[in-house]
Every structure is written in structure tokens, then in C-alpha cells.
């Protein structure tokens, strides 16, 4: 059984810095794809980043690019999101999510229905 708990989440000003971690476990090989998604209320929810767990795939959100790095310990039993340079609009519930993937798919969250979920983590970054 796959479970995920996330953690790390928090307040920070504009301009600031949060690490994200979910830890990870009942993920019985290195074929499945792990994500981070966002939703804040009244909007729809976002993927933010994913990466395989075998490394090979890595997404990004446009919004989120060149601020966000998303990362697994090597052991896979945590999955990471450094969050730099956060902007108000970043503020949302964060979720961890993981998937089985589809060789040729990527692990966009476009291609997929992400279908383990973990419980969130609020993000609020104020101005």
C-alpha cells in the first residue's frame, strides 16, 4: 500500500524560501512517477513538478521553472521540493502524489492520473 505524508509546509514572505518533503513508502520498485501539485481555493489544482523515481523524467509547471527543484533522496523514500524565490500566488495547499508510469510517457501530470495521495501541506507566502 502506497503512502505519502508531506511536510514542511509553511508562512513566508515574498521573495522567501521553503522546503517541501513527502516521505514515501510501499513503492515496491523504481517505476513509478512522484509529483508535487498545488491548489489554492477557488482555482483549479496544478501540477507543480514530477519526476520518475528512476530519475530519467523531470516536469515543470511554466509558472514554477527556474524557482522550483524538485529532488528524491537516494534510498526514494523522500521526495523534495525546494521552493525559491516564492511569490504570493504560490501560496496554496501542496500535495504529493505518485503514479505508476508509462514507458514514453514522461511524468507529466498532463499524461496522467496521479492516483496516490497524500494529505498536504498549506503554503502562504505573503507580500
Given at each position: ?7 514542511g509546509?509553511?508562512?513566508v514572505?515574498?521573495?522567501g ?10 513503492l ?13 481555493p ?5 501540477g ?14 511554466d ?9 528524491q533522496?537516494s534510498?526514494k ?7 525559491d524565490?516564492?511569490k ?12 505508476r ?11 496522467y ?8 501541506t ?6
Amino acid at each position: 500500500q502506497v503512502q505519502l505524508v508531506e511536510s514542511g509546509g509553511g508562512s513566508v514572505q515574498a521573495g522567501g524560501s521553503l522546503r517541501l518533503s513527502c516521505a514515501a513508502s510501499g513503492l515496491t520498485d523504481r517505476r513509478f512517477c512522484m509529483g508535487w501539485f498545488r491548489q489554492a481555493p477557488g482555482k483549479d489544482r496544478e501540477g507543480v513538478a514530477a519526476t520518475s523515481t528512476g530519475g530519467a523524467y523531470t516536469y515543470y509547471a511554466d509558472s514554477v521553472r527556474g524557482r522550483f527543484t524538485i529532488s528524491q533522496d537516494s534510498a526514494k523514500r523522500f521526495l523534495y521540493l525546494q521552493m525559491d524565490s516564492l511569490k504570493p500566488e504560490d501560496g496554496a495547499m501542496y500535495y504529493c502524489a505518485a503514479v505508476r508510469y508509462v514507458l514514453g510517457a514522461g511524468c507529466d501530470p498532463a499524461n496522467y492520473n496521479y492516483i496516490f495521495w497524500g494529505q498536504g501541506t498549506q503554503v502562504t507566502v505573503s507580500s
